[in-house]
């Protein structure tokens, strides 16, 4: 066995089938794969001299993955859009205004910042939500900051976009940006729509078709309000995911953002396609979109559909933390159910094993396994906050921790984030050009972010 590049020490939380945690454990890093997990003496006696990160304080986990992620210009208007607007409102007057007038370099430095941010938070693996000019941009910020993603152009038919275009246009941008982006590499390409009901049914079903005929997901969104229920039984007579199961739309190739709003049948759907659903629950609470009146996402999981966890926007979630999530669904899960049906350990589950299966990742990250990429977070417990520690590490995790603890972050075997620090790219100069372009972005979309009380 050859010299490995890194040892990690810790208590290792393996997320194998049998949810392994290793006391006083070791992962053995190689060539960006994991070659070895078990106790660290043996680790360290099978590589002696291999440097090492992590400690006896330390917990490390698999990379957190955030199943939708909006990486372009939001970031830019970070928390300034106010709270007391609709949806609509929100998305008509201030993101679409916003993206209309974005360039290629504010798309990169949004995603590059929010990479870093997300990163040092332990997301290791960001699905975006759809960059609508600039995807190429977005894929330059995602190998800058060293993590793993998928990209995605924005594609709609729809009157009144930005970027919207007619169907076959549509496929044929889907088309090149997937041949350009395969699977396999840190980034990839998805075939991405807009959704709601801002697609016709001719483009909904060839981005099915293309999704399938190039082995790549499709995503978009659907059904955060009851909007688009309103507008598919207007239209076709029948509610959304039982409309595009009809189409052939559905099915293991597609992962579907949001369906907060959908009934029993909408569920059946899910569970029978075997289709997959993206949960952002601050985005739900933050934009008051009603998720607690069902909570059809935990009867998903219920029934043993696929489901993962997002962050969403800066404006609809805010923290790009993926713990911070995961705690939220398992206490708004709690609250619904009761304390038996689901809590830390399932939450956690959504955003490292079932997460990655949720985006057809499992093969290559998820867990802490021989023969997995190296995606790999080290988080610290030695503050007070950890004291004492518990003997149950990831009901501690989840319930008490949060991104703020994260100390190391390898990606595909790389250091991307050393003591608290990207190590990739300069965080500090992102944050002084974000504060420049932030205002000049703002003008030219002729928004006024201000606060909502006086400033002296």
Same mark, same amino acid.
């Given at each position: ?16 089938? &049998? ?5 006083? =454990? @070791? ?17 360290? $006696?099978?590589?002696?001299? @291999? ?22 210009? %939001? ?6 859009? #106010? %709270? ?72 709609? +038919? @729809? ?6 275009? #007619? ?33 016709? +049914? ?6 099915? !078709? ?11 969104? /659907?059904?955060?309000?009851?909007? &688009? ?5 207007? $239209?076709?007579? $029948? ?5 595009? *199961? ?5 099915? #293991? ?9 959908? %009934?029993? @049948? *909408? ?19 933050? /934009? ?5 009146? $069902? ?14 966890? =997002?962050?969403?926007? *800066? ?5 790009? %933390?993926? /713990? ?10 709690? &609250? ?12 956690? *589950? ?12 499992? &093969? ?10 190296? !995606? ?26 949060? =991104? ?8 595909? =075997? ?43």
């Amino acid at each position: 066995m050859g010299q490995a590049d890194w040892v990690i020490t810790g208590d290792i939380v393996t997320m194998d089938a &049998d949810r392994t945690i290793i006391g006083d =454990g @070791a992962v053995a890093v190689t060539g960006g794969e994991i070659t070895a997990v078990g106790k660290a003496a043996d680790i360290r $006696r099978q590589h002696p001299g @291999a440097p090492e990160r992590g400690s006896a304080d330390s917990l490390v986990v698999p990379g957190f993955v955030n199943a939708h992620q909006h990486l372009t210009a %939001d970031r830019l208007v970070a928390s300034a859009i #106010p %709270d007391h607007l609709s949806s609509g409102e929100a998305i008509f007057e201030w993101i679409v205004p916003v993206h209309s007038h974005v360039t290629g370099d504010d798309d990169e430095l949004a995603a590059t910042l929010g990479l870093v941010d997300a990163v040092t938070n332990g997301i290791t693996t960001t699905v975006d939500a759809g960059t609508v000019a600039h995807p190429d941009r977005v894929a330059t910020a995602m190998t800058a900051v060293g993590v793993r993603g998928a990209i995605g152009r924005w594609g709609s +038919d @729809a009157d009144g976009l930005p970027q919207s275009a #007619p169907a076959d246009e549509v496929i044929g941008a889907q088309r090149d940006l997937v041949e350009c982006y395969p699977p396999g590499g840190l980034v990839e390409a998805s075939v991405t729509l807009v959704g709601h009901d801002l697609m016709t +049914d001719e483009l909904a079903t060839a981005a099915a !078709d293309l999704a399938r005929s190039t082995g790549r997901r499709l995503t978009f969104h /659907l059904s955060p309000t009851p909007d &688009d229920v309103a507008r598919y039984q207007e $239209r076709t007579g $029948r509610r959304p995911l039982v409309h595009l *199961e009809q189409l052939g739309v559905l099915g #293991p190739h597609a992962l579907v953002a949001h369906a907060v709003h959908i %009934d029993e @049948a *909408e569920v059946d759907v899910l569970v029978r396609t075997r289709s997959a659903v993206a949960s952002c629950p601050w985005a739900y609470l933050r /934009l008051g979109q009603g998720i607690t009146e $069902r909570f059809a996402h935990l009867e998903l999981w219920q029934r043993g559909g696929r489901l993962a966890l =997002g962050c969403d926007t *800066e404006n609809a979630g805010d923290a790009v %933390d993926g /713990l911070r999530a995961a705690a939220l669904f398992a206490g708004l899960a709690k &609250d619904v159910t009761g304390p038996a049906t689901f809590g830390a350990h399932q939450a956690f *589950e959504l955003l490292t094993i079932a997460g990655a299966e949720a985006v057809g990742m499992d &093969d290559r990250i998820g867990s802490l396994e021989v023969g997995k990429a190296a !995606d790999i977070v080290i988080i610290d417990r030695s503050g007070p906050g950890w004291q004492p520690p518990s003997p149950d590490p990831v009901l501690q995790l989840v319930w008490a921790g949060g =991104g703020r603890s994260v100390t190391d972050v390898l990606v595909d =075997g790389e250091l991307v984030v050393a003591d608290g620090r990207c190590t990739t790219v300069d965080a500090d100069a992102l944050a002084t050009e974000a504060r420049r372009a932030a205002p000049r972005l703002a003008r030219r979309a002729g928004i006024q972010p201000r606060s909502l009380w006086p400033r002296r």
